[in-house]
């Protein structure tokens, strides 16, 4: 999820803020292979990066969700913030995104892991050491073993639906519908011979093809242990075992979660996390609104989903030229989250599975009352034209948009009714959108429906609860096709930073799952499934990237993602949060080293 941000007004940093950070070499573009493995920690940050600097550690830090956690195991875990949430408070890995502000964020620290490792045999093998003294939250020790059960557990797709599963392909040897022959270790006890674990301290992987960003598949909560005895599966989520610095206390799905010290966590192996808070708190649930005003009065450190204030709260923070209000300079921020916003078009919902009838949508569409309805240019960002985040190392310059919606970006109507006749539709048609019940997801829908209702086109609109929105409602291509879901609102951010941790969960036809699906749309071209398998034999970065903008411009072609626009948050914190800075790794401000006063 690796994007530019902007943190408006960051104050000073005043003395030495010791964030245990990590060098690990190479830029923003840099293929995580080429990591140096070395590490140093007690580094300051520069210089106004960081707003309210501090290492004092004590006090609740009070977080905020409208809607709850996709879900806490950390295998099944998919929505940015559950991401975030879990690789800062509970979930170690072998390597971590380094807490650091901005691009620097991208970057990989050793975290159970002793170094960043580099690949060896062609990039086909990667071997990991331990560090000595890691353990449980009750005090058992954390071995590899631990961590290829945890591994081996995505595989288990039966029980554990939801989370990214990279490893499946990369560890076995798929059928031409992305199935891997190993079905985890609830069915087979024997392990996975292409993971090995000679001793405690150390764990090999033996890829089936060469991955060069492989030690960011291992940055991912997925691959994090989990101690087989105390496994429940699809349960496992109402109280995952911690091996970060917190454990859960307490959890009421829908309402509240809240963590406490893990006793056992030991700080002095860990290069990323201060750990300051004596507990923290999320309450679940409360409207946007309240949330935002919760913040302004101090009572709610942070919202963590980071979709940034409600538009009412924008004008009360912002000036009429979109400035800052002097009052909250210290407390407020904008920056690009790295997402992109797009209406996904299904493949499998007549009459949307005729490309014609695709390519009307897009032309009909008002990218203008799109981009207000996430917020406007301050919150809803630049207009998208295509669908390669611009800030992505590879991103194409100046390209030209395959639908351009006329030179104002509010419709080409003319266009969209030819393709409406091209589709044998040119009268319109009836189609359901699918929307969450969050304020901006509403506003998108409406607004898609005002633009198509222009040439034809009616949209039902059917709203549901966000938190199982992405995962079961649009993520069950049986229920999308059942329910006749023919448009839908989604956003994607990056896994990692490159076009692959962008594009092959989205887009990849052999990834389509029956359940925790994020091939929206349920596309299958082989043209795209070639473009990525090609990527991943590319010699260098630049031919890596090439086939990325090549995949971008096939996606425009089958017209089954609308993009409209490259998100942007502008998001507040209470006077009292410390150390707020955000981390392009994740998209979001970095729970890792904050703090309250």
């Given at each position: 999820?690796?994007r530019?941000r ?8 005043t003395?030495t ?6 060098g690990?070499g190479g830029g923003?573009e840099s293929?995580?292979?080429?990591a140096s493995?070395s ?9 106004g990066?960081i707003?309210?600097p501090s ?7 009070k977080?905020a969700a409208?809607?709850d956690?996709?879900s806490l ?7 940015g913030?559950?991401f975030e ?6 979930t170690?890995t ?11 964020g991208?970057e990989?620290a050793?975290?159970?892991?002793t170094?960043?490792p580099?690949?060896?045999e ?8 331990l560090?000595p003294?890691?353990?449980?939250e009750d005090?058992?020790p954390?071995?590899s ?5 945890g591994?081996e ?5 039966d ?7 990279y490893?499946?392909?990369?560890l076995?040897v798929?059928?031409?519908d992305?199935a891997s022959?190993?079905?985890g270790?609830?069915k087979?006890?024997a392990?996975?011979d292409a ?7 150390t764990?090999?992987f033996?890829l089936v ?9 291992m940055?991912?909560p997925?691959?994090g242990p989990?101690p087989?005895a105390?496994?429940k599966g699809?349960?496992y989520q109402?109280?995952p075992v911690?091996?970060?610095p917190?454990?859960i ?20 192996t860990?290069?990323?996390r201060?750990?300051?808070p ?5 309450q679940?649930?409360a ?6 005003q919760q913040i302004?009065d101090?009572q709610?450190d942070?919202?963590i989903?980071d979709?940034?204030?409600q538009?009412?709260?924008q004008?009360?923070?912002?000036n009429?030229?979109g400035?800052?209000?002097d009052a909250f300079k210290n407390?407020v921020s904008t920056?690009n989250t790295?997402?992109l916003?797009?209406?996904t078009?299904q493949?499998?919902v007549?009459?949307?599975d005729n490309v014609?009838?695709?390519r ?5 569409v ?7 309805a996430r ?5 809803g960002?630049d207009?998208?034209d295509n669908?390669f985040?611009?800030?992505l190392a ?5 390209a030209a ?6 030179a ?7 266009a969209?009714?030819r ?9 319109g048609f009836?189609?359901?959108q699918a ?13 898609t ?10 949209v039902e609109?059917?709203?549901f609860d966000?938190a199982?929105y992405?995962a079961s409602?649009i993520g069950?291509?049986?229920n999308?096709k059942?329910?006749?879901f023919?448009i839908?609102d989604?956003g994607w951010g990056?896994d990692f930073?490159?076009g692959?941790?962008?594009y092959?969960q989205i ?7 029956p359940?925790g699906n994020s091939?929206y ?7 795209i499934n070639?473009?990525i398998?090609e990527s ?9 990237n ?13 017209a ?6 490259f998100d942007r948050?502008?998001?507040a ?10 981390n392009?790794?994740?998209g979001?401000?970095d729970?890792?080293?904050?703090g309250v006063q």
């Open positions: 999820m690796a530019k902007l943190l408006l007004q960051a104050g000073a940093l003395g803020l010791a964030l245990a950070l990590t690990c923003s293929s995580s292979s080429t493995g590490s140093s920690s007690g580094n300051a940050a520069p210089s990066d707003r309210n290492t004092t550690k004590g006090g609740e830090l977080l409208t809607s956690f996709d195991d950390p295998a099944r875990t998919y929505y913030y559950g949430f879990n690789q800062r408070f509970l170690r072998l390597v971590q995104f380094q807490a650091k502000p901005g691009q620097a991208t990989l050793p975290d159970l892991a170094e960043v580099m690949g060896t062609n990039n086909t093998v990667w071997t990991y050491k560090k003294g890691l353990k449980f005090g058992s954390i071995t073993k631990d961590i290829k059960y591994v557990r995505v595989f288990a797709s029980q554990i639906t939801g989370g990214p599963d490893v499946k392909c990369l076995t798929c059928d031409k992305g022959p190993y079905q270790p609830y087979d006890k392990g996975l993971i090995s674990t000679p001793d405690d301290m764990i090999s033996k093809k060469p991955f060069a960003d492989w030690n960011y598949i940055n991912l997925g691959t989990v087989e105390q496994d699809a349960n109402s109280k911690s091996s970060g917190y454990k206390v307490t959890y009421t799905p829908g309402k509240s979660l809240m963590l406490d010290r893990n006793p056992n966590y030991d700080q002095s860990d290069p990323v201060l750990a300051l004596d507990t923290v708190n999320v679940i649930g409207q946007p609104a309240d949330i935002d302004l101090n709610v942070y919202a989903e979709v940034g204030v538009s009412a709260t004008a009360r923070l912002l009429r030229d400035s800052i209000q407390r920056q790295g997402y916003r797009y209406l078009l493949t499998n007549p009459p949307l014609h009838c695709r009307a949508v897009q032309f009909a008002n990218k203008v009352d799109l981009q207000n917020g406007g240019p301050i919150t960002d207009i998208a669908s985040p611009p800030s590879g991103a194409p310059q100046n948009a395959r639908y351009p919606n006329g104002d970006h509010k419709g080409d109507i003319e969209a009714k393709e409406l006749a091209e589709c044998g539709q040119p009268n009836k189609t359901v929307s969450s019940n969050t304020p901006k997801s509403k506003a998108v829908a409406a607004a429906q005002q633009a198509l209702e222009r040439v034809g086109i009616t609109v059917k709203s966000a199982q992405y409602v069950s291509p049986s999308v059942a329910k006749g023919g839908a989604a990056p930073p490159t692959y941790g962008f092959s887009v990849d036809g052999r990834k389509i799952k359940a091939n749309s349920s596309l299958d071209d082989p043209k070639q473009l398998d991943l034999e590319a010699t260098s970065r630049e031919a890596f090439m086939k990325y903008q090549e995949l971008d411009k096939q996606l425009m072609e089958n089954t993602m609308v993009p409209f626009v948050s502008l998001a914190v209470s006077e009292r949060l410390k150390n707020v800075y955000f392009q790794g994740y979001h401000f729970l890792a080293t904050m």
